[in-house]
């Protein structure tokens, strides 16, 4: 809303630098000018008032003050049936959530690949990390070395081997995401480029595979992978059902970032191409140097979009019987121990609340490097 | 392969363009060019827009393609092998009218992008040889910031050294100061006019009447895809023959 003239009244000398008028800031102004400024605005402000303490307080009341802390069994959780959460419930089935049945005494191997894997995003998260392109290497190459080794074991050094039938819960959601972010960004690009390609050939090929990927359901690529596969492959050869799983799940990621790239590389003017060419940059120095930085900076809200869309995707590897985080919270509120009309509500709650925070932590990342990229352009004449 | 900058620069001849005929589409761009460009000359080239002046420089490095005719430039023929036109572009500097910077990169890491990655330069090497360019264009407390930060003047020298950097037989401008606001021309022009002084071989495409009297050995003038006049500046602007040419100084001079 706009400030009336009186708000500068009588106090336009000439060349003066002023703050701004006192009546612009402070909160109750803010309220003034953004919550009441006319009778509909005022209307929808009391309605949403009266929404949020009518859902509010129950809400907070069911899940913190009425809610079971602890107990062995469902008996502690039927006390507060009625009228609270069972939270017992998930502190019995923590660890079960987090590694599945992964073998107690090689847990500690989860727990490595964890820290691993937050050092990675760390590293190239942070943009004034030191080496960052070192960040890259680590996590797109020694990182899945790294977790394969830990997670899966390797003999000769020792790490026996677990097999990927015991693996459960957030352990398996986030080998599902990870593994779809690091192969899905390059593979993407790649496809990006095979789209954009001067020979047809790459370009067809790039466009089939492409629409075929976004025109099919995931649970569709998903039951393909793993029901159709062993019908062609031999039993013995068939590759494991975690791996048909992860295989398509980063194929199907693959060609959403594939488009996003495109977009990406879409917005870089021709200049940058031609000023590159000119330099005697070849194809791949032009696209590595040049064209992918700036079209990455441009892209980078939209590719964490689709990070986030699979990040939610891996709750569907359930389908073809790999328990993920969700598919373990599903196999806990089964469990006649601690059957009570409160603990299916307090899982899906719990659930809720994990995916919401990873994925609402990274929609934050995006929002927030979006504003940063904001600042840093401008004053660049693009040609045209 | 020999690369270009390792041959003596006793050939005469920097570019010979024959017969040079282009198409976009029906619309035919350029007819029968040729040109003779000798080492060392500073050619000036101007004409109406639309007249195939900015398509004919675009040609020498190869950033547009023709269907007709040839270009040598310092005796490598351009043709579709991909090694031979990194050669003549490695060759050849070019300077865009919209500056065309990296603006993810520094102004330092604009000027040695090019020596590192296709000159294979250590990047000490190649830092010190940008500063001494940066220098030479007189912004090195600049080499820092990022391209966003600098005015349009600043910018586009920027360029001419980033241009520099690969130390180049010839450099081509194509409308360097067109996209400046006013007060920033001179600078821009003084640069050229030094460089000028060095004896690099130019081609610039450019509506700077006084930049051409002061530095051109030469003045081409082009309509509708042809060179009509090709003459020394003082003979050019005192009597220009063509009629076009005439009408075109006509408008560009008052």
């Known amino acids: ?384 | 392969m020999k690369a270009p900058q390792d041959q003596p620069p006793e050939n005469p001849v920097a570019i010979e363009i024959a017969g040079l005929n282009k198409w976009y589409g029906e619309f035919h761009v350029l007819r029968d060019i040729d040109l003779k460009v000798l080492r060392g000359e500073r050619i000036v080239i101007c004409g109406p827009s639309g007249s195939g002046k900015s398509t004919l420089l675009r040609c020498i490095n190869r950033l547009e393609d023709w269907q007709r005719g040839s270009i040598v430039v310092d005796g490598l023929e351009l043709t579709d092998d991909r090694k031979r036109i990194l050669a003549v572009r490695r060759d050849v500097g070019m300077v865009f009218q919209q500056f065309n910077l990296f603006p993810h990169l520094t102004v330092l890491e604009n000027c040695t992008l090019a020596p590192i990655w296709v000159r294979r330069m250590p990047r000490s090497e190649a830092e010190a040889l940008a500063r001494s360019y940066l220098d030479r264009v007189k912004i090195p407390e600049q080499a820092d910031k990022y391209p966003a930060r600098l005015s349009g003047g600043q910018q586009q020298r920027v360029a001419i050294a980033r241009a520099l950097c690969m130390n180049p037989n010839i450099m081509l401008f194509d409308e360097p100061t067109s996209a400046l606001d006013p007060e920033m021309v001179k600078e821009v022009l003084d640069t050229m006019i030094e460089l000028a002084n060095d004896g690099i071989t130019m081609l610039v495409v450019s509506h700077e009447m006084g930049f051409a009297r002061q530095v051109a050995n030469r003045v081409l003038f082009m309509d509708e895809g042809q060179i009509l006049e090709s003459a020394d500046p003082t003979a050019f602007f005192q009597h220009p023959r063509h009629e076009r040419a005439r009408a075109f100084l006509k408008q560009i001079l008052h």
């Open chain 1, 1 to 384: 809303m706009s400030v009336t003239d009186e708000d500068f009244g009588g106090d336009r000398r000439n060349g003066v630098r002023r703050p701004p008028p006192a009546a612009q800031r402070g909160a109750a102004n803010w309220a003034r000018r953004n919550l009441f400024s006319s009778p509909l605005n005022v209307a929808l402000t009391l309605g949403c008032l009266i929404f949020v303490i009518w859902a509010v307080p129950p809400l907070i009341r069911f899940f913190l003050f009425d809610a079971v802390w602890s107990g062995t069994d469902r008996d502690a959780c039927i006390r507060s049936a009625a009228s609270g959460a069972c939270w017992a419930f998930v502190r019995a089935w923590f660890s079960y959530f987090i590694y599945g049945f992964y073998p107690v005494g090689e847990r500690w191997r989860v727990d490595l690949f964890f820290a691993a894997l937050a050092l990675g995003l760390a590293w190239l998260g942070w943009l004034r990390s030191p080496q960052r392109s070192l960040g890259a290497i680590y996590f797109f190459v020694a990182l899945p070395l790294l977790s394969f080794a830990l997670l899966h074991g390797a003999p000769a050094i020792g790490l026996a081997i677990v097999p990927t039938a015991l693996w459960g819960g957030i352990l398996v959601t986030m080998v599902v995401a990870t593994v779809g972010i690091v192969v899905s960004l390059p593979l993407g690009t790649l496809l990006a480029l095979a789209r954009r390609s001067e020979i047809p050939l790459v370009r067809w090929v790039a466009v089939a595979f492409i629409e075929f990927v976004r025109g099919v359901p995931l649970i569709t690529v998903l039951f393909m992978a793993s029901v159709m596969l062993p019908l062609f492959v031999p039993e013995k050869f068939a590759p494991d059902k975690l791996i048909r799983a992860l295989v398509g799940v980063a194929l199907f990621a693959s060609a959403y970032m594939a488009e996003v790239v495109r977009g990406g590389l879409a917005a870089v003017p021709a200049g940058q191409y031609q000023a590159a060419r000119a330099l005697g940059l070849g194809y791949w120095r032009t696209t590595g140097l040049v064209v992918l930085p700036q079209a990455f900076r441009v892209t980078l809200p939209n590719i964490v979009s689709i990070f986030i869309g699979l990040f939610k995707d891996t709750t569907l590897v359930f389908v073809v019987g790999i328990f993920d985080f969700l598919g373990a919270v599903e196999t806990a509120r089964g469990d006649p121990l601690w059957a009570a009309p409160n603990t299916t509500i307090t899982g899906y709650a719990f659930a809720a609340a994990f995916y919401f925070a990873c994925c609402y932590g990274m929609s934050r990342y995006a929002h927030g490097m979006e504003r940063r990229l904001a600042r840093s352009r401008g004053a660049v004449k693009r040609p045209g």
